[in-house]
């Protein structure tokens, strides 16, 4: 019989939507938890360094949302229907027509004062912050590929960040998937 265990804080935090998940659907599950002076001699030990994780069937999961939407299937409380999809697609409409432009907006002003009018974000070299807009660029674009076409200088930066050498090579030879 497969098993839960459920790995978090002596709290509820990031981990009680889970265990509050296991006592909807009336499961049993470990509830295996941690006291912050103990936590020090497991965190080397957990996936990622973080919890909650779940372990199921030998797979460990890390991220509270992660783990509940699995639960959530697992246990009939995710949602399904044709109307919540119709949510779903409004809900997405105006992210992309009302709320990530101001975001954009907000991005390309702050390249232009730190990047010192430059294609980088922080100063005339690569830092994690380019890396980090990219990948998030790479997401929405994923979804949108027409986002940033009001933003020449993201777009440059995106540019710059794919022409580094070992980026190109890494994303040369990434595996192909989705999102």
């Known amino acids: 019989m497969s098993t839960y265990k459920l790995y978090y804080f002596n709290n509820r935090g990031r981990g009680e939507v889970c265990r509050l998940i296991f006592a909807a659907a009336g499961q049993i599950y470990e509830d295996i938890r941690y006291e912050d002076d103990q936590w020090l001699l497991y965190k080397d030990k957990i996936l ?3 919890m909650p994780v779940l372990e199921y069937n030998d797979i460990k999961l890390p991220q509270s949302r992660a783990i509940a939407r699995f639960l959530a299937k697992q246990f009939q409380l995710a949602v399904f229907d044709e109307q919540n999809d119709v949510k779903r697609e409004e809900l997405s409409k ?3 027509s009302k709320e990530l432009p101001k975001h954009l907006q907000n991005l390309d002003v702050l390249l232009k004062v730190f990047g010192n ?3 980088f974000f922080v100063g005339n070299h690569l830092t994690w912050a380019d890396l980090y807009f990219y990948n998030f660029f790479e997401t929405i674009l994923g979804i949108n590929e027409n986002c940033l076409n009001n933003y020449p200088s993201l777009k440059q930066n ?3 960040v794919e022409k580094q050498p070992k980026i190109a090579k890494y994303l040369q030879n990434r595996p192909k998937t989705s999102i």
Request: net charge positive; charged share 25%.
């Open 117 to 119: 009018g430059g294609s």
């Open 158 to 160: 995106r540019q710059e």
């Open 48 to 50: 990622l360094g973080q």
């Open 94 to 96: 105006k992210f992309f």
